[in-house]
């Protein structure tokens, strides 16, 4: 069963993400290390003894009848409690209820939540997102009647997209919205793959719904954003009418089989007087995509942490399979009978594998959302060159943070399986659902293929390319304390963080040149093994950053021979991506040939 | 839906794998030409139209009542039609109904089953398993009772070999053997993860079972090698009385869903007058692991067949589905609106990913079923040398065989569902299923972390290393080749080709010296890196191999142009997996400390 890491949060947090100088320097308000401790240990406490134990539970699936859905046994219970415990409102704005923590409190808990069961906590993922948006453009009058029982989870909210033929590529989409004249609107359209479109949880379900008006320009310049309640809200807060939209269907997926992934239906006509579900204007008109992408770039971070989350869970359960499976006999194994497997060097290999990359993508993932903090406290006190540059590193590693950390939550869970041999194919050990479950995270919030394409094309140029530059430059400082160290427990990560360095820097030069060149099919033909080179090297460098902190005890030793076992082991592959950017793009493109 | 990729498979068996030469130096009998393009025609044919439409009706799944499985609709049938076909027979002796065909012929045609559905041609994959213990070790009158019906597919064959506690390390079983007195046994035990061990496809199931005798030695040097029939047989070869067996469960798994995998029970006394389900030794007393590796070399080899058959399947799916949906305008895109995915750069190279490795694996697994076939010939003709050449051959090729093909199938459906978005987590688009039924290969028939240290510990060192040397001279000759040719087509392939080898060189050596200094730990905690660099590279080789030839169409250009990708593309992470196997065990060793 999974047991939160708290220690290896709060460190990661505190010693390689920035959290702790943060705090020093004065730029996260009166936030303490002790509220910190306090924070992750009852996020811990509560991920562990209450979310993990319910989350085999969600492969019960969430029935559809009549428009109802039922989520699995006991997990209304749970989301109850689970709010009454503050847990959804802790970034929230404190004008409506809200914590007001940071997103470094924020993603470091959702991990937890998320490891312990990623279908339970993608509802408050949602509704987050949700929040974030009508914080950011709603006007007071739906900030009064929505805010505060969204940011409690008293209510939940929800992401309206996606239509069958716009995923990807949202210019294309038909929901419209008709203006009654009031300042309401009426909303007619279908809306696919809702995440928690309808539920149990909650009394409302609050809808961020993306649909064109009359006369909107074609394409993604069209498209306004709407808030559409599933009941309607009376002036003194109660809920009113049942407003005309409704769940559908609910679909049959791979993995997250305990939340109702729905496909919506608005305007209709099931429900009211007259045809069209009711919904309030987010922001300016034909500006929905903007209000879309405030929310989404969180969500992005979010989901990330989801990969990160979902490989700590897999790397823990093998873990414990490979402690109490005996096996064969290791070399070198003294003991009776069989060994444990995890005496066998390449079971060994596989745990280590999952642990450096779960370590990675947590610290790149919590630099992020410290990047974002950082922002928004430079923002508070008007300091806007320091806003600038962090507003940019956010940019900059959310794309790493969403697409690097989902693709190892993929490969961490397919290595879990496997370290649990036949038993790991087995549904009931739930290294499976693992699997099953982390598949979707490389999909959803922009695939991983667009993360690529914004990373190579939007995140690149920020500040004529200075910025990833002075990036990298201080992953060589990280780097170059390492090689002065002079501990011979490093072994030769110095040399090999300093050749990953290298080649993430020619295969930056060579994008830059290429986007400056016009070479757009080129530089797109990289963009993937361009961001994992980012990734895999950014990470290990994050590494490195933990392993020079001295505690002077067995964790310490841990680090170093974690961060040494990433450089000599899983770092080497970043020569061959550096030439897939710098050396493929030909070949690929020739290809096309070859291909039906 | 699937197309069996009939032309591919041929090319590559003739002219990348050697089918061609072997059948023009009349290695092979009187096989011709004209007989393998009508079989490989006609078994494409019942693969695409008969066998893959019915592959989702798997996923109904295998219920168990009172220990009788009822199989998806349609499979009983399907699997009638299968055996009239003759597909069962393929390559069993025609001393008792086989049409005596060469291994190459079954694995091309297994190929196609197993892309259509895996589940549904596990059967008879066990049944061949059989076929080959029966015929290489029972005696005469098991042979006269159960042969012909085995080959003919009338009646079908398990594999009896874990149980619990005893899994990759036979050594620690405990189902046991007591002699009657008359030439038979009663075996009592639990045998578990047994495939196809109870269904409605045949009248019959053999099983074959690995138990204990009362004196055994302990350890793998006491097992013995039975044959369970489910109905005991009469003198007449009609079917008597029950045995004493059953099915006690059918597991849930993530995959595979078509396929019962059954817990049996023997000897607890549920039919006949007495407990003990009745047995038949086949081979020696004592030694039973000897017999049971017969048949496992071989369905080590077929199931990595299963591994090239999902990688195709999963790239057809994609292929269609990139060709079909059209999302965002690609660079360069001049049609009407969104182009399709397929035009998208990242796309690409998803697809040609998975196609490279696709037609790498096969060629491999090819290879392996040609050097059976050779060794087989010279055995025939008692070419002494000859046969042992090609045995070892087939015994080095064997673990790449089924560990790179197992790990490819699982990254090229990954792949798949990445390539569908939103569609590929949805259960009935099909992709899906292909990753969860994928999942399941590089875990049974040996582990791929046992195959990784069966290549490093018994393969490499055959005939003191010379063999592997010799081989890995072949490549370099195919290399030159590329060289000599200045096809400029080819861009740096020869180059990429030839570093890659020279890694493959330099980790060999590595390890022949590691086994030799009596240094196992290290050299086994390379073995996994080990055992993909050289699927990886002898893969890539091999695809030069086939573009090397000239047919002067398309699709040598395709051929070229795949092969040029996979060089400079995928290629390139064999310096990383060297590194890995020359210099990663200390720092893996090391990092013991790191893991609870």
Not at 169 to 193: C, M, N
Not at 457 to 486: C, D, F, M, W
Not at 495 to 511: F, H, R, S
Request: charged share 20%.
């Amino acid at each position: 069963m999974y047991r939160a890491p708290v220690e290896d949060i709060a460190f990661t947090l505190k010693h390689v993400a920035g959290l702790q100088a943060a705090i020093d320097a004065g730029h996260l308000g009166d936030l303490t290390d002790d509220l910190v401790d306090a924070i992750l240990n009852e996020a811990g406490r509560f991920a562990s003894e209450e979310v993990a134990p319910l989350a085999q539970e969600g492969e019960k699936g969430t029935p559809l009848k009549d428009g109802v859905v039922t989520t699995p046994p006991g997990w209304a219970g749970l989301y109850r409690n689970w709010i009454d415990g503050g847990w959804n409102s802790l970034t929230g704005t404190p004008d409506y209820g809200g914590q007001g923590l940071p997103t470094m409190l924020s993603v470091a808990t959702s991990e937890m939540w998320n490891s312990s069961s990623m279908a339970f906590s993608l509802c408050s993922l949602l509704t987050m997102g949700a929040v974030e948006a009508v914080e950011a453009h709603a006007d007071e009058t739906l900030k009064q009647i929505y805010l505060e029982k969204l940011i409690s989870g008293e209510w939940t909210g929800t992401m309206n997209l996606t239509e069958p033929h716009a995923g990807s590529d949202l210019g294309v989409l038909k929901t419209r919205a008709e203006p009654v004249g009031d300042g309401s609107y009426r909303i007619f359209g279908q809306k696919i793959f809702i995440t928690y479109g309808e539920h149990d949880f909650a009394d409302n379900i609050i809808h961020l719904v993306l649909a064109r008006l009359p006369d909107a320009p074609p394409g993604t310049r069209g498209i306004s954003l709407f808030l559409v309640p599933k009941f309607l809200v009376n002036a003194d807060g109660s809920l009113g009418a049942r407003n005309d939209l409704i769940c559908h269907s609910v679909e049959h997926k791979l993995g997250i089989h305990g939340s109702p992934t729905c496909t919506m239906i608005y305007g209709d006509g099931k429900f009211g007087d007259e045809p069209g579900a009711l919904g309030w204007l987010i922001g300016e008109e034909n500006r929905g995509l903007a209000c879309m992408f405030t929310m989404m770039n969180n969500a992005r971070l979010n989901v990330g942490i989801q990969g990160v989350a979902v490989a700590e869970a897999a790397y823990q359960k093998a873990l414990e399979y490979a402690n109490e499976r005996t096996q064969g006999k290791a070399p070198g194994w003294q003991g009776e009978g069989m060994s444990p497997i995890i005496e066998h060097p390449d079971i060994q290999r596989d745990l280590l594998t999952m642990k450096s990359l779960a370590q990675a993508s947590r610290a790149i993932a919590f630099s992020c959302a410290h990047a974002i903090d950082m922002a928004d406290s430079a923002e508070g006190r008007g300091d806007a060159d320091a806003a600038k540059f962090w507003r940019e590193r956010a940019n900059l590693l959310t794309p790493i943070a969403k697409a690097f950390s989902t693709d190892i939550g993929v490969d961490a869970a397919s290595i879990g399986v496997q370290v649990h041999g036949g038993m790991g194919f087995i549904e009931e050990t739930g290294a499976a659902r693992l699997l099953r479950d982390s598949r979707i995270a490389p999909i959803y919030e922009g695939t991983n293929g667009i993360q690529a394409i914004d990373l190579v094309t939007r995140k690149l140029p920020q500040s004529g390319g200075e910025h990833v530059k002075g990036y990298i430059g201080e992953l060589r400082e990280i780097t170059a304390e390492v090689g002065r160290k002079n501990n011979p427990d490093f072994g030769m990560t110095a040399d090999k963080l300093d050749e990953a360095l290298a080649d993430l820097e020619t295969a930056t030069d060579w994008l830059l040149q290429a986007l400056q060149d016009g070479r757009i099919q080129e530089a797109l033909a990289g963009a993937t093994p361009y961001q994992r080179l980012f990734g895999l090297t950014s990470g290990a460098v994050y590494l490195a950053k933990g392993a020079l902190v001295e505690t002077g005890d067995a964790l310490e030793n841990g680090r170093i021979a974690l961060c040494r076992f990433c450089a000599e082991n899983l770092l080497g592959e970043t020569s061959a991506l550096r030439n897939a950017v710098t050396q493929g793009a030909q070949s690929l493109i020739q290809a096309r040939s070859a291909l039906g």
